[in-house]
T-cell receptor
Framework: GQNIDQPTEMTATEGAIVQINCTYQ??????LFWYQQHAGEAPTFLSY????GLEEKGRFSSFLSRSKGYSYLLLKELQMKDSASYLC???????????FGTGTRLLVSP | DVKVTQSSRYLVKRTGEKVFLECVQD?????MFWYRQDPGLGLRLIYF???????EKGDIPEGYSVSREKKERFSLILESASTNQTSMYLC?????????????FGPGTRLTVL
């Protein structure tokens, strides 16, 4: 079966660091994506991991451990505009078919 | 910039009506996808297509059909709309068959079936 778990909601303060975890159990694995989605808008790409380790991109970093079926998205120096939902998605098979988690809603307060 | 457009942002239909949702992408992408997004359930794949006139069922195809007559256009059809199809519908496209080929999403169509 396919199962991707993320926390439903998290809160953090402006300027802080937050880590959003994602665990997955899928029949195959060909990469993991993180997307950001502001309310009422389309998801937009944040990061992609296919090998173990940390990928850094500005204030955002994403980590993957394939042996543990685990990823996290790290957001540093939080800004109010980072308030959004963060979607974890796994490419389950060889084709470009993504399996999404239910998303984590992040609320950043002043 | 990659652009994926959807025909309507908001749509209200009645039970039993036939509904067409249109999606157009301008980046010559091979792959196109239709998802629905519901609170607490996340994005779920309805259908996808990896080439013109080709289609594959996703995880929840019941009650839906699709059409891809041209590479840039992928249509989702609700043959007889029902209230449980009230949802946000998102179209996406991507290139290639492997590697880091992110999906680009359209703005979504919020469909209400009365």
């Amino acid at each position: 079966g396919q199962n991707i778990d993320q926390p439903t909601e998290m809160t953090a303060t402006e300027g802080a660091i937050v880590q959003i975890n994602c665990t997955y159990q899928t029949s195959g694995f060909n990469g993991l994506f993180w997307y950001q989605q502001h309310a009422g808008e389309a998801p937009t790409f944040l990061s992609y991991n296919v090998l173990d380790g940390l990928e850094e991109k500005g204030r955002f970093s994403s980590f993957l451990s394939r042996s543990k079926g685990y990823s996290y998205l790290l957001l540093k120096e939080l800004q109010m505009k980072d308030s959004a939902s963060y979607l974890c998605a796994v490419i389950d098979t060889g084709f470009q078919k993504l399996v999404f988690g239910t998303g984590t809603r992040l609320l950043v307060s002043p | 910039d990659v652009k994926v457009t959807q025909s309507s942002r908001y749509l209200v239909k009645r039970t039993g009506e036939k509904v067409f949702l249109e999606c157009v992408q301008d980046m010559d992408h091979e792959n196109m996808f239709w998802y629905r997004q519901d609170p607490g359930l996340g994005l779920r794949l309805i259908y996808f297509s990896y080439d013109v006139k080709m289609k594959e069922k996703g995880d929840i195809p019941e009650g839906y059909s699709v059409s891809r007559e041209k590479k840039e256009r992928f249509s989702l059809i609700l043959e007889s709309a029902s209230t449980n199809q009230t949802s946000m519908y998102l179209c996406a496209s991507s290139s290639g068959t492997g590697g880091m080929n992110e999906q680009f999403f359209g703005p979504g169509t919020r469909l209400t079936v009365l």
